[in-house]
């Protein structure tokens, strides 16, 4: 083989690579962007006198046909457009056309909120928004990316 053909296989070699990996990375962001992070369910746990414990059931649908895998979340959890305090979903993976679902523990200490979200808690009637970011590893666990998110529950 002379030293132009070895070029050439050379230069055909890393354009295919290049557009595979490519590929692999519009696919990994496109199904990343499409998914979807809900809150099921809330339910009281405990109601002291200085605290409550809320569990979270938080949802995370994929609804595209690739596999996610080393998805995590973080995010702020609030009532009555009060913040009450954080929560994440540690790193899960979400077959392709399913969904996964996490309870997310959360302690409320009233001495850090105002009397609506109290009152709200005490009467089991308020509204429970979580912001956050969730995080995935794309293009062969070599890239994080990161996607806003926003989800609301109305309790009961």
Known sequence: MD???????VIIIVIFISGFLSVRYIADVSAFEKINVTVKNTSIQELGLTYCKLKL???????TTEHIS???AEFDVSIANTHVGNG???????PAQS????????????ANVGNAVINGIKTGNFDLTIDGTANVNVLFNLLMISKPFTASYSYP
């Open 70 to 72: 080393g998805l995590s």
């Open 88 to 94: 994440s979903v540690p790193k899960v993976t979400i």
């Open 3 to 9: 030293q132009k053909t070895k070029i050439l296989v």
């Open 99 to 110: 969904h996964t679902t996490r309870d997310v523990p959360l302690t409320i200490y009233y």
């Open 57 to 63: 059931k938080v949802s995370i649908s994929n609804p």
